[in-house]
């Protein structure tokens, strides 16, 4: 079965330091890889994408992300946590073969104390 | 630019009853998509359209039935709500390259 896991459903981090939140996948043929940001009573909104190419994705907000494909890991990062980042952050994958069929992860939300 | 827009963003049902949740997106994107979101459990699909006219189960179809107006349009009704559909709905489309743009959210509640 196809699935994204985020093993972390809270990450607590203070405000100027780094920040990881973990993803990995198990989705077949090289899929495209995101991450998403949902902050309260709002949609989620993109922050950015793996395709191909440099294993180091920068994004949305200073965030930036790192493949591995070894251990099929795609963690979010950035080097100064704000705690205006404090929201719900979801990994997702997509096949190459069908664009419909996104797999979520489950979430972590990340506090970021000042 | 709107993006995708989801209404009602509120409703409170009684079992049994039944409504359509409406989503319109204004960026010409071909696929459209229903999620539902429930805590711990993260996005689940319930239906999505992959281009106008068509239609196809995702994760959780049951309990649920769609209509791709047209291109910019895509809904999901609830023929006889149950308290387990008690959730929040989330529209969204998409082009090829891949993410998702997703609406404001619709916080269902079923009594």
């Known amino acids: 079965a196809q699935s994204v896991a985020q093993p972390e459903d809270q990450v607590n981090v203070a405000e100027g330091n780094p920040l990881t939140v973990k993803c990995t996948y198990s989705?077949?043929?090289?899929?495209?890889l995101f991450w998403y940001v949902q902050y309260p009573n709002r949609g989620l909104q993109f922050l950015l994408k793996?395709?191909?190419?440099?294993?180091l994705v920068k994004g949305s907000y200073g965030f930036e992300a790192e493949f591995n494909k070894s251990q099929t890991s795609f963690h979010l990062k950035k080097p100064s946590a704000l705690v205006s980042d404090s929201a719900l952050y979801f990994c997702?994958?997509?096949?190459?073969?069908?664009?419909?069929?996104?797999?979520f992860g489950s979430g972590t939300k990340l506090n970021v104390k000042p | 630019n709107a993006g995708v827009t989801q209404t009602p963003k509120f409703q409170v049902l009684k079992t049994g009853q039944s409504m359509t949740l409406q989503c319109a997106q204004d960026m010409n994107h071909n696929s459209m998509y229903w999620y539902r979101q429930d805590p711990g459990m993260g996005l689940r699909l319930i239906y999505y359209s992959a281009s106008e006219g068509t239609t196809d189960k995702g994760e959780v179809p049951n309990g649920y039935n769609v209509s791709r107006l047209n291109k910019r349009e895509f809904s999901l009704r609830l023929e006889s709500a149950a308290p387990s559909q008690t959730s929040v709905y989330f529209c969204?489309?998409?082009?090829?390259?891949?993410?998702?743009?997703f609406g404001e959210g619709s916080r269902l509640t079923v009594l």
């Open positions: 969204a489309s998409s082009e090829v390259t891949g993410e998702l743009f």
């Open positions: 989705v077949s043929g090289n899929p495209y």
């Open positions: 997702a994958a997509v096949r190459r073969d069908n664009f419909n069929k996104f797999y």
């Open positions: 793996y395709i191909t190419g440099d294993n």
